[in-house]
């Protein structure tokens, strides 16, 4: 049975590396593009991290920090990252447990971008990262970006926050 709280991140709560990841956590997808951003206080020193998977092997992965940033754009800033590592002709599947990112890239930025960029409430928050976003996911029609369970245990998306949340710690 699982002992942390549901939404609780075990990479986070253990402050666990990737090496220590790999070792713990085998379920989930074994291939695609993963996502994550992290916050220490929103806004507040941030990172992201995204890795690439093929048959449960890294591909490609990258992470970065930012001294004072919000949780929405480090989710943001993982996705543009993520959506790098693919070609425009391939058909890749692309994890993140920001729902958010989901439905503003799968649902939202289109009419924003009829609206001349606003939404019908007001402008878009973040708009150079949802911009970079979309036209990274437009460019690449092969990608599905897909929802996943934050935090429960998929090594990939376990493995993608600890590279978000890596500025925390000595080692990645």
Same mark, same amino acid.
């Given at each position: 049975?699982?002992?942390?709280?549901?939404?609780?991140?075990?990479?986070?709560?253990?402050?666990?590396?990737?090496?220590?990841?790999? +070792?713990?956590?085998?379920?989930?997808?074994?291939?695609?593009?993963?996502?994550?951003?992290?916050?220490?206080?929103?806004?507040?020193?941030?990172?992201?991290?995204?890795?690439? +998977?093929?048959?449960?092997?890294?591909?490609?992965?990258?992470?970065?920090?930012?001294?004072?940033?919000?949780?929405?754009?480090?989710?943001?800033?993982?996705?543009?990252?993520?959506?790098?590592?693919?070609?425009?002709?391939?058909?890749?599947?692309?994890?993140?447990?920001?729902?958010?990112?989901?439905?503003?890239?799968?649902?939202?930025?289109?009419?924003?971008?009829?609206?001349?960029?606003?939404?019908?409430?007001?402008?878009?928050?973040?708009?150079?990262?949802?911009?970079?976003?979309?036209?990274?996911?437009?460019?690449?029609?092969?990608?599905?970006?897909?929802?996943?369970?934050?935090?429960?245990?998929?090594?990939?998306?376990?493995?993608?926050?600890?590279?978000?949340?890596?500025?925390?710690?000595?080692? +990645?």
């Amino acid at each position: 049975m699982n002992s942390r709280r549901r939404g609780q991140s075990a990479t986070r709560s253990q402050n666990l590396t990737t090496a220590e990841v790999i +070792v713990r956590y085998t379920d989930g997808p074994t291939s695609g593009v993963f996502t994550d951003g992290s916050c220490s206080g929103n806004p507040g020193p941030g990172g992201w991290g995204a890795v690439r +998977v093929q048959d449960g092997q890294v591909v490609h992965e990258r992470y970065g920090f930012e001294p004072e940033t919000t949780n929405n754009r480090m989710e943001l800033q993982a996705m543009i990252t993520g959506l790098g590592f693919i070609e425009p002709g391939e058909t890749v599947d692309v994890y993140t447990d920001s729902k958010l990112v989901v439905d503003t890239l799968t649902k939202w930025a289109a009419g924003w971008e009829k609206r001349g960029w606003r939404r019908s409430d007001g402008p878009v928050k973040n708009l150079d990262l949802v911009q970079t976003a979309y036209w990274l996911s437009q460019e690449r029609p092969g990608v599905h970006i897909r929802w996943i369970r934050a935090h429960d245990g998929s090594r990939w998306n376990e493995y993608a926050d600890a590279l978000a949340s890596a500025y925390m710690r000595d080692e +990645v």
